[in-house]
Each structure stands twice: as structure tokens, then as C-alpha cells.
């Protein structure tokens, strides 16, 4: 399996950016993907995730009412829509797949229950 992310660049605060990560490769039947993200000098956070099977989605509280994942089975792509961007965003934004289904509630957000992870693209919040 490969991901490859898109969709990064710069944006003012308040702006918005939709980021793209593209699953290829043996894929499980059902499948998870989620975003995460790093800051500089912070640990890896997870911002959203969704089922391929149920469309169904867990995203951080950070997040809520501003960015939206979703996804588009027919090309095995994931979408996350970003808005009202705040500079404490800025970092690099990966994605990373997970055949262990279902997601769960309480683990979601764990880097360890991932097993392929993107290369990352880079999101900046300045004005």
C-alpha cells in the first residue's frame, strides 16, 4: 500500500485548504485513513479519520465544526477540508491507513495502529 498526500501549502489564518491523500497498492476490502499532524518540536496528533466501509468518522476536539473528512471510494481517496486555519496549525500534515477494522473510539488517534504512512505535506498558517 502507498498514500500520497496533497493539497498543502501556505494560507492566511482564517483561510482554508483541502488536503488530498491518494491510497494505491493491495488495499484491504475495508479500510481506514486518518490525518495526523506534527508542529515543530510537538508530537505527531491525530485530526480526523474515516472508514472506507461506513463512511463513519472520529475527529479531535481542535478540529470540530472546522475541518471535514471524507472520502471517495471509487478512486480510494481521501479528502480533509480545512477552514478557518489558525497558525498553531502550521505543520506537516500526513495520512495513514489502517486495515484493522473498525476504527475505535479509543484508539483512533494512536500512531501504532497504523501500518503505512505518507511522506507528509506541508501546511503553513501566516499572514
Excluded at 494560507?11 to 479500510?31: H, I, N, R, W
Excluded at 478512486?75 to 478557518?84: A, F, P, R, S
Amino acid at each position: 500500500v502507498q498514500l500520497v498526500e496533497s493539497g498543502g501549502g501556505l494560507v492566511q489564518p482564517g483561510g482554508s485548504l483541502t488536503l488530498s491523500c491518494a491510497a494505491s497498492g493491495s488495499l484491504a476490502e475495508y479500510y481506514g485513513i486518518a490525518w495526523f499532524r506534527r508542529a515543530a518540536g510537538k508530537e505527531r496528533e491525530g485530526v480526523s479519520c474515516i472508514q472506507s466501509s461506513d463512511q463513519d468518522t472520529y475527529d479531535a476536539e481542535s478540529v470540530r465544526g472546522r475541518f471535514s473528512i471524507s472520502i471517495d471510494n471509487a478512486k480510494n481517496t481521501v479528502y480533509l477540508e480545512m477552514k478557518n486555519l489558525k497558525p498553531e496549525e502550521t505543520g506537516v500534515y500526513y495520512c495513514a491507513y489502517t486495515a484493522v477494522m473498525p476504527i475505535l473510539r479509543w484508539s483512533w488517534n494512536d500512531v501504532s495502529e497504523y501500518q503505512v504512512w505518507g511522506q507528509g505535506t506541508q501546511v503553513t498558517v501566516s499572514g
